[in-house]
């Protein structure tokens, strides 16, 4: 067993992310954004999971909005084209998979 901690890194700083840990083919890392803040257009090679803890977030994929919250979950394939927008505060955390 091990407890593992993501602090809360706003009150310090603006946007943070941070691989917590690392499995086999798995990745789980930490990101947190102020209200506003972007992540510009990116791809990822995995397929991804994103699984908010505080907040809501907008995706949007080439024009295609989704608003992912506590209470839905997001899975994107490998290779999908996206950028982020922190609808308000946000902690959020990226399962990555190959």
């Given amino acids: 067993m091990e407890l593992i ?44 999971i994103i699984i908010v803890r505080k907040g809501r977030v907008e995706f949007n994929f080439e024009g295609k909005k989704t608003i992912v919250t506590t209470e839905n979950v997001l899975k994107m394939e490998p290779n999908e084209i996206h950028d982020v927008l922190a609808l308000e505060d946000t902690d959020f955390i990226i399962i990555k998979a190959d």
């Fill in 5 to 48: 901690q993501t602090n809360d890194m706003l009150a310090d700083q603006s946007k943070h992310a941070e691989r917590f840990l690392k499995l086999d083919h798995t990745q789980f890392i930490n990101v947190q954004m102020r209200k506003d803040e972007v992540l510009n257009e990116h791809h990822s090679k995995e397929t991804v």
